[in-house]
């Protein structure tokens, strides 16, 4: 099968303390059994990365890598999967990020990027379709994120795709993103870390070549199909409005709203930092990734006593893990707060589940201030939580315990600290609270990157299907969802949106990779692929692990241990037998043991028998 567009045949790879840069052929195999994006990533890592490596050591791989449909003409196509081991949760890591990045790398002529070894000295990625050069970036080195991206644009052209890391990730916070055009955010698992332990400030590329497309008609036709159905959707205004922040007032009604530490499902002043609240009185305008017809970023303004105005790009996760989880209810301070960390590069999610880990633990008496450096931790204390993102950054005094991660910290503190500690895998949690919504809690105990939303996103499924239930359904779901969103919109590396929150239908994707590639697949294709990732990314964690644990895929203790008090979830616990049972019902879905490990059969099934084989001996040992 050859293929006839979407992928533009190269891979570039750039060996940074050698000074190398090669490329070498897009190989057949690896563009048709894992099509792009997260596929790529993790054939790649499993493959060449090796096993036991430390995340931040020059022998870490970071890759960049786009999909067939990355930057076509489809709906919200300008997506970027940046990967590596992470080095907050030892495992597999990467996110996805709404930039031009993708796009230009493609028209560089780089299906992906794989950067391996350390500079001397800071430096950064400068390529574009007739030259790849690794530049000083000495005067970019200890500035902020954006500040950076701004001077890069500048030298580069405002057209220019970035990618950029900010003092956190050079100070190599576990928990440092990578951004891009000044509020993109991606790479939760410390992907911002993995630059900054190569010394690599950004990455900039800016091309001209076209990308080849197999069929230039139908896609064009698909493109103004796909248009006029988003647009005349009954959400759509809403969507455009407020996007991702319309789930603030929605979480608080179903009590799922994270709230001084996952302590409560509901926060009092909710509403002053919703979407509503948002769209009249901070949004100034809306922002869109490339080719996006439903544009979702909302750039805010807000004004706080003792700071000038400040702007910032507001997602619903932003809002609440700065807001409700650290009790901060005055929405400029969160647009401040969200800003620093931009600027600082490190993740809203973490950072903010970081700080209201430590505030629960300060309040129950289980750290002092004799491990606070002095300071006194208080929920809805903005102020506070600025100078703590501050102390992260810069890995000042506590700081430094807090830029660990809270699996780190509560290892460090020891005693009852565990029991507080909102992660799984090491990946802090991110804004949903699980106390009584067991199906989304399976969905972050089994999330391939550690507790991320972003595969099994079943909540709302959940709350229509019913809380209460027990059955199979839950587990399917869990899994059809990791298919379609962990799976199908990461190796084809476009926007998951446009179906998650407009309806648009599955069925369009074959279509568009047919016009785009000239190769058929189905959607049944798509999901033994997207089972394929998986497994590979599970058998890449018990490599690392050198062994694995069902206790690893639980969701955290508090859920099972400490109830809400307030509104329709007070009491309610996540029972462990019911945890128990939909663990077991989703191994074996997957075909996996019941320790959660790929069985062999199901390996070959999946046509991994080499993976299979590996997996033996590690275990054997
Ligand atoms: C994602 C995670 C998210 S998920 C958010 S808000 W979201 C946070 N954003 C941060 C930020 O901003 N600044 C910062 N310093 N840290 C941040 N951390 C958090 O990172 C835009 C959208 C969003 S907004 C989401 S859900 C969807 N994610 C997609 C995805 O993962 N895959 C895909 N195929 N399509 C997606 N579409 C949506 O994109 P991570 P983005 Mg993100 C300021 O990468 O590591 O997964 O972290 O990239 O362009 O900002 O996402 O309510
Ligand atoms: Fe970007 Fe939002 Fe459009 Fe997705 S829906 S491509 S995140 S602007």
Known sequence: MKWKGGWVGKILRVDLTEKKIKEQKLDRDLALNWIGGRGFAIKILWDELLPGTDPLSPGNKLIIATGPLTGVLLPSSGKVVVAAKSPLTYGYGDGNIGSRIGVMLKMCGYDAVIVEGRAEKPVYLYITSDAVEIKDA??????????????????????????????????????????????????????????????????????????????????LKLMKESIEFLQKQPGYKKWVAQGTMMTVEWCQENATLPTYNYSEGVFDKALDIGGEAMEKMYKVVRKACFSCPMPCGNICKGKTKGFETVFGELDYENVIMLGSNVGVGDMSWIIKLNYLCDEYGIDTISAGNVIGFAIELYQRGIIDKTITGGLELRWGDPELVAKLLEMITYRKGFGNLLAEGVRRMAEIIGGEAPKYAMHVKGLEVSAYDCHYAPAMALAYGTSEIGAHHKSAWVISWEMRYGREKVDKAKPAKVIEFQRIRGGMFEFLTVCRLPWIELGYPLEYYPKFFKAVTGIEMTLEDFWTIADRIYALIRAFWVREYGHWKREYDYAPRKWFEVPPTKGIVAGKVLDKKVYEQLLDWYYELRGWDKNGIPTEEALKKL???????????????
Do not use: C, M, Q
């Open 607 to 621: 046509g991994l028998e080499d993976v299979a084989e590996k997996l033996k001996k590690i275990l054997r040992k």
């Open 138 to 219: 000495s005067h970019l080195w200890g500035k902020g994120a954006i500040e950076a991206d701004i001077i890069l644009r500048k030298e580069h052209g405002w057209d220019a795709g970035t990618l950029v890391i900010g003092p956190g990730g050079e100070n190599l916070v576990r928990y440092a993103v990578v951004i891009s055009e000044f509020g993109r955010a991606g790479g939760r698992p410390g992907i911002g870390a993995v630059f900054g332990s190569k010394n690599l400030k950004a990455f900039v590329a800016k091309g001209w070549k076209d990308i080849p497309i197999a069929d230039k008609t139908e896609l």
